[in-house]
């Protein structure tokens, strides 16, 4: 299976700051087929990204999702308080899905 | 607005089996567009995909969990289910039900949208 591999594990930053997180694949994923996810403490996951680059319904456009092949990129532009939290990727371009062990966005 | 709620026991004991219920509520667990899935997170850990399962009765299951998963469905109540048997402590998690959308056919490839809240299993005597 397709191991996720995530860094930085955490990144400091402060609110206004541009945020960037790195997904990089043991494997190529398929038609680039990889989603990005936001997790606060006691909530699920929300979809933001899907198709490495799609965004979800509703999502700002601050966040914005680039990358091909083994390496991918969730950006957030300018980092607003409600967005330090967990970030997730996922890889469903080969069986089984798999998920990324996830980098924290915590504020400086 | 599609929600989804996950309900069943907090606590199982060892080898026994852990049975939870997810109910679909603001759209049709009938649509023809859609799956429903599984996914856990163990305490501090990443996600893992359990299995997914189509309006009909059609399930795909995590290759490293298949021989202890039944996943299924109910339209006339819109829930579906998860069945995981001779559960351990590893298997502690907070388990997450969502909405899948696949990709590829007839590969079992899909991203989750949304979530419901999770409920936090623990395995534990």
């Known amino acids: 299976e397709i191991v996720l591999t995530q860094s930085p594990g955490t990144l400091s930053l402060s609110p206004g700051e541009r945020a960037t997180l790195s997904c990089r694949a043991s494997q190529s994923v398929s038609n680039n087929y990889l989603a990005w996810y936001q997790q606060k403490p006691g909530q699920a996951p929300r979809l933001l990204i899907y198709d490495a680059s799609s965004r979800a319904t509703g999502i700002p456009d601050r966040f914005s999702g680039s990358g091909s092949g083994t390496d991918f990129t969730l950006t957030i532009s300018r980092l607003g308080p409600e967005d330090f939290a967990m970030y997730y990727c996922q890889q469903y371009g080969s069986s089984p899905q798999t998920f990324g062990q996830g980098t924290k966005v915590e504020i400086k | 607005q599609l929600q989804m709620q996950e309900s069943g026991p907090g606590l199982v004991k060892p080898s026994e089996t852990l049975s939870l219920t997810c109910t679909v509520s603001?759209?049709?667990?009938?649509?023809?567009?859609?799956?429903w899935g599984w996914i856990r997170q163990p305490p501090g850990k990443g996600l893992e995909w359990i299995g997914s399962?189509?309006?009909?009765?059609?399930?795909y299951y995590n290759p490293s969990l298949q021989s202890r998963v039944t996943i299924s469905v109910d339209t006339s109540k819109s829930q579906f289910s998860l069945k995981l048997s001779s559960v351990t402590a590893a298997d502690t998690a907070v388990y997450f039900c969502a909405r899948a959308v696949r990709v590829i056919v007839p590969a079992p490839l899909f991203w989750f949208d949304p979530w419901g809240q999770g409920t936090l299993v623990t395995v534990s005597s």
């Open positions: 603001g759209g049709s667990i009938n649509s023809s567009n859609y799956y």
């Open positions: 399962i189509y309006y009909s009765g059609i399930t």
